[in-house]
């Protein structure tokens, strides 16, 4: 273990990275004089290995940044105008916990707290907010923006979010990078990718976009979005009429193989190039090589499962190594998400018991643009949202349908507090402005998507000016509002050691090395024991089938399928900017500029077609929405699918638009996630 050097006046500090990013590496700041001289990765991490990406490799400037929010802001001008006065904190939050007490004597259900994983952390972003929100009986929130139309489709099929280890990739021989642009977005899986390369393994990468990653694969499947499903089905049809099938691994392992089998044969190659956009004689190869390679890995990443069957594509993924036996050896099978190992102690942190007996309805993050204008539907037969409580996210750039989220947030009667480090577009929209800490000025715990070790965030430095934590906040909310029960007058250390159950981690390890690897299996399901109802991979789900669900895994076209619309012929994807997480950086200026600005790639026929030359300013419009970007004519773009990177601050985009402007509310087929992938627009040249 190589300990970073420090002199008398210097000490460094342990931390995790918080974003919403399936490495959440090790951090080691550098501290002197209280100022955060250095961040490193924390080499003693295996997975990390001393490594950050581009973005947190700027983390100190981001957390210098002039632009920081460092007092509590109450607003002066029109609801969006994003003007303010600063406030003492007891003046803000006296007035904020009197505006709740009010709205809750009445109507608790009026009141919604909106988060998602702006940290990961599990003590700054579900820990006193939920217990408060609990407590005064708000509407629960389903937080769907993300993963759950493939969580949901893990848990049916392999019984939860459970798969290989991350760093057993690299001993695999084939491995198949399935709606995952790894190199930007899991950097360090893409380490082991590298190392499984150099010891002669194929990757081949399924992508719509010829994305960083796939350049560097040996091959590209670049089929149209939404169709992996479709693909998934074709692969079973070759694997069952070559015999490429182990046949005492499904006897013994999975349900459903008759009727999985009947279904698999109604696709063979030649429908799923038709409906994939694809060569069949790519389906086939890759049918072969998966069908004969040992072992064979699957990376599946969330990409694939924004669109309307998505849910089902990522099922039909999911049967796929049980067919094949894969799961035989530790460096065969497939990860999606590894989060569903780790013991967290989520009903001690959360605390539904404050619930109290009551059932507030559940509202759908993903469609906050519907459940703040208003949608009887969106608010589930309650009242109208009267507050809105929002921390950790930046709804108004990520949400689908922008035109309907800004409208909901402009509302004069709605009462808006967000908790935020920067004046992002939600901010602007905000009655009261808190000031939050960063990951280097408070304490954390995390688990991982990617990888199964637990990691512990001490604080670095001192907050910034009057930052706080946003467990400070709802604690002092509590006791404004003088509820009295202990587990309010948590500190943010006590709720680190309350979020995994105790006996299940090695805390002296956490404490000592800032991980803890959890102690797991090496091949988890070599002999079965998939935690479904039966134990079984579950080809055939009867949970599904009780809903009146298609019990088996199919593929479902998209809302907008690609070619449907004469008026909407290209089809629209908006995966994450390499230099950017989500709406995070885009206001830190190395990294900005890294970017360039908002641009949408578009094949050379497509933009020919247009008259629309490579640089060109353009509007992207649909029914929806209208967002003005560059045009770059890209080898990235296939034709008839344009990509839009995201995800831009509307006001440091053009004419305040981005990618949201045009992505719709609809929702997927399990999961009720949002459907950004799922979009048709036409794009034109216009003066610049
Ligand atoms: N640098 C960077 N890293 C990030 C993020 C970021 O914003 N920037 N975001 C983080 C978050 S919140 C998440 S959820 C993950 C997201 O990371 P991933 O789970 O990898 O998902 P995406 O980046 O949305 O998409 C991955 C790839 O899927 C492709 N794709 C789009 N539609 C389809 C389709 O229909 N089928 C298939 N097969 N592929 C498709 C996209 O072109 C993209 O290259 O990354 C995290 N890491
Ligand atoms: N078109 C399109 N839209 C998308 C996506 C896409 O691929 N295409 N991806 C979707 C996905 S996968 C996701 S996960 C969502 C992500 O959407 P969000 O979860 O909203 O993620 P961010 O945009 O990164 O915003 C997180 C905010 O939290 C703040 N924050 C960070 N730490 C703290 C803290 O400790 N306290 C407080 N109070 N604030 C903090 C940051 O400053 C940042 O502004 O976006 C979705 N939107
Ligand atoms: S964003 Fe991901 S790759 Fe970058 S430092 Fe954080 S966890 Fe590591
Ligand atoms: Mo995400």
Same mark, same amino acid.
């Given at each position: 273990?190589?300990?970073?050097?420090?002199?008398?006046?210097?000490?460094?500090?342990?931390?995790?990275?918080?974003?919403?990013?399936?490495?959440?590496?090790?951090?080691?700041?550098?501290?002197?004089?209280?100022?955060?001289?250095?961040?490193?990765?924390?080499?003693?991490?295996?997975?990390?290995?001393?490594?950050?990406?581009?973005?947190?490799?700027?983390?100190?400037?981001?957390?210098?940044?002039?632009?920081?929010?460092?007092?509590?802001?109450?607003?002066?001008?029109?609801?969006?105008?994003?003007?303010?006065?600063?406030?003492?904190?007891?003046?803000?939050?006296?007035?904020?916990?009197?505006?709740?007490?009010?709205?809750?004597?009445?109507?608790?259900?009026?009141?919604?707290?909106?988060?998602?994983?702006?940290?990961?952390?599990?003590?700054?972003?579900?820990?006193?907010?939920?217990?408060?929100?609990?407590?005064?009986?708000?509407?629960?929130?389903?937080?769907?923006?993300?993963?759950?139309?493939?969580?949901?489709?893990?848990?049916?099929?392999?019984?939860?979010?459970?798969?290989?280890?991350?760093?057993?990739?690299?001993?695999?021989?084939?491995?198949?990078?399935?709606?995952?642009?790894?190199?930007?977005?899991?950097?360090?899986?893409?380490?082991?990718?590298?190392?499984?390369?150099?010891?002669?393994?194929?990757?081949?990468?399924?992508?719509?976009?010829?994305?960083?990653?796939?350049?560097?694969?040996?091959?590209?499947?670049?089929?149209?979005?939404?169709?992996?499903?479709?693909?998934?089905?074709?692969?079973?049809?070759?694997?069952?009429?070559?015999?490429?099938?182990?046949?005492?691994?499904?006897?013994?392992?999975?349900?459903?193989?008759?009727?999985?089998?009947?279904?698999?044969?109604?696709?063979?190659?030649?429908?799923?190039?038709?409906?994939?956009?694809?060569?069949?004689?790519?389906?086939?190869?890759?049918?072969?090589?998966?069908?004969?390679?040992?072992?064979?890995?699957?990376?599946?990443?969330?990409?694939?499962?924004?669109?309307?069957?998505?849910?089902? &594509?990522? /099922?039909?993924? =999911?049967?796929?190594? *049980?067919? %094949?036996?894969?799961?035989?050896? +530790?460096?065969? !099978?497939?990860?999606?998400?590894?989060?569903?190992?780790?013991?967290?102690?989520?009903?001690?942190?959360?605390?539904?018991?404050?619930?109290?007996?009551?059932?507030?309805?559940?509202?759908?993050?993903?469609?906050?643009?519907?459940?703040?204008?208003?949608?009887?539907?969106?608010?589930?037969?309650?009242?109208?949202?009267?507050?809105?409580?929002?921390?950790?996210?930046?709804?108004?750039?990520?949400?689908?349908?922008?035109?309907?989220?800004?409208?909901?947030?402009?509302?004069?009667?709605?009462?808006?507090?967000?908790?935020?480090?920067?004046?992002?577009?939600?901010?602007?929209?905000?009655?009261?402005?808190?000031?939050?800490?960063?990951?280097?000025?408070?304490?954390?715990?995390?688990?991982?998507?990617?990888?199964?070790?637990?990691?512990?965030?001490?604080?670095?430095? &001192?907050? /910034?000016?009057? =930052?706080?934590?946003? *467990?400070? %906040?709802?604690?002092?909310?509590? +006791?404004?509002? !003088?509820?009295?029960?202990?587990?309010?007058?948590?500190?943010?250390?006590?709720?680190?050691?309350?979020?995994?159950?105790?006996?299940?981690?090695?805390?002296?390890?956490?404490?000592?090395?800032?991980?803890?690897?959890?102690?797991?299996?090496?091949?988890?399901?070599?002999?079965?024991?998939?935690?479904?109802?039966?134990?079984?991979?579950?080809?055939?789900?009867?949970?599904?089938?009780?809903?009146?669900?298609?019990?088996?895994?199919?593929?479902?076209?998209?809302?907008?399928?690609?070619?449907?619309?004469?008026?909407?012929?290209?089809?629209?994807?908006?995966?994450?900017?390499?230099?950017?997480?989500?709406?995070?950086?885009?206001?830190?200026?190395?990294?900005?500029?890294?970017?360039?600005?908002?641009?949408?790639?578009?094949?050379?026929?497509?933009?020919?077609?247009?008259?629309?030359?490579?640089? =060109?300013?353009?509007?992207?419009?649909?029914?929806?929405?209208?967002? +003005?970007?560059?045009?770059?004519?890209?080898?990235?773009?296939?034709?008839?699918?344009?990509?839009?990177?995201?995800?831009?601050?509307?006001?440091?985009?053009?004419?305040?638009?981005?990618?949201?402007?045009?992505?719709?509310?609809?929702?997927?087929?399990?999961?009720?996630?949002?459907?950004?992938?799922?979009?048709?627009?036409?794009?034109?040249?216009?003066?610049?």
């Amino acid at each position: 273990m190589t300990a970073p050097t420090t002199t008398p006046d210097t000490h460094t500090v342990l931390g995790a990275c918080p974003h919403d990013c399936p490495d959440t590496c090790g951090l080691v700041t550098t501290v002197q004089g209280g100022v955060a001289i250095k961040l490193q990765g924390n080499a003693a991490h295996r997975h990390t290995g001393g490594v950050l990406c581009t973005k947190v490799s700027r983390y100190l400037e981001r957390n210098a940044h002039p632009e920081r929010l460092t007092q509590p802001l109450r607003r002066v001008g029109r609801k969006g105008e994003g003007r303010f006065e600063p406030v003492s904190w007891d003046e803000a939050l006296d007035d904020i916990a009197a505006r709740l007490t009010a709205i809750a004597a009445d109507q608790p259900q009026a009141i919604l707290p909106y988060s998602y994983a702006g940290t990961m952390g599990l003590v700054q972003g579900e820990s006193m907010d939920r217990r408060f929100f609990h407590k005064l009986g708000a509407s629960l929130l389903d937080r769907t923006i993300c993963s759950t139309a493939g969580g949901e489709a893990l848990g049916y099929t392999l019984g939860g979010k459970v798969g290989m280890r991350i760093e057993h990739f690299a001993e695999s021989k084939l491995i198949l990078i399935w709606g995952s642009n790894a190199i930007a977005s899991n950097l360090h899986f893409w380490r082991h990718a590298q190392a499984a390369k150099r010891a002669g393994a194929r990757l081949v990468c399924i992508d719509p976009r010829r994305s960083e990653t796939a350049d560097k694969c040996d091959d590209h499947i670049a089929l149209l979005p939404g169709t992996d499903g479709a693909l998934a089905l074709a692969l079973m049809h070759e694997l069952i009429v070559h015999d490429w099938l182990d046949h005492d691994y499904i006897a013994r392992h999975t349900v459903g193989w008759d009727q999985l089998r009947e279904r698999a044969l109604q696709w063979p190659p030649e429908r799923a190039a038709a409906v994939c956009g694809v060569p069949v004689a790519q389906i086939e190869a890759l049918a072969r090589d998966y069908g004969t390679t040992r072992p064979a890995a699957i990376r599946l990443n969330y990409g694939m499962q924004r669109v309307r069957g998505g849910g089902n &594509a990522a /099922r039909a993924v =999911a049967c796929l190594p *049980a067919l %094949v036996g894969a799961w035989r050896h +530790r460096a065969g !099978g497939l990860l999606l998400s590894a989060s569903g190992q780790f013991p967290v102690d989520r009903a001690t942190l959360h605390r539904p018991d404050l619930l109290a007996g009551r059932q507030p309805r559940t509202l759908n993050m993903s469609r906050i643009g519907d459940v703040l204008t208003g949608d009887a539907t969106a608010l589930a037969g309650g009242p109208a949202v009267k507050a809105v409580v929002v921390y950790n996210s930046n709804p108004v750039a990520v949400a689908p349908e922008s035109a309907k989220v800004a409208a909901g947030f402009a509302r004069e009667d709605l009462f808006t507090v967000v908790l935020e480090q920067f004046q992002t577009d939600t901010a602007d929209y905000a009655d009261y402005l808190l000031p939050a800490t960063t990951q280097l000025e408070h304490w954390d715990i995390h688990f991982s998507y990617g990888h199964t070790d637990v990691m512990l965030n001490r604080p670095a430095v &001192a907050p /910034r000016g009057q =930052a706080r934590s946003n *467990a400070w %906040v709802f604690r002092e909310l509590a +006791r404004r509002m !003088g509820w009295d029960e202990p587990c309010f007058a948590d500190d943010d250390e006590a709720l680190c050691r309350q979020a995994f159950r105790p006996e299940a981690i090695d805390w002296a390890a956490l404490e000592r090395d800032g991980f803890a690897t959890l102690p797991l299996p090496e091949a988890p399901f070599a002999e079965g024991g998939f935690p479904t109802p039966s134990g079984k991979c579950e080809f055939f789900s009867a949970r599904l089938a009780a809903q009146g669900l298609d019990g088996l895994p199919d593929h479902l076209p998209n809302h907008e399928p690609a070619g449907s619309s004469a008026d909407y012929p290209l089809a629209m994807i908006s995966p994450p900017a390499r230099n950017f997480l989500n709406s995070t950086f885009v206001n830190v200026t190395s990294l900005r500029s890294m970017e360039g600005e908002p641009l949408v790639e578009i094949h050379a026929d497509d933009a020919a077609a247009r008259g629309i030359a490579d640089g =060109a300013m353009v509007r992207v419009f649909n029914a929806r929405g209208e967002h +003005r970007c560059r045009a770059e004519v890209s080898r990235r773009a296939r034709p008839g699918v344009v990509n839009g990177l995201g995800i831009w601050w509307r006001k440091l985009g053009v004419d305040g638009t981005n990618v949201n402007e045009l992505t719709s509310q609809r929702l997927t087929d399990l999961g009720r996630g949002p459907t950004f992938y799922d979009c048709l627009v036409q794009v034109e040249a216009v003066a610049a």
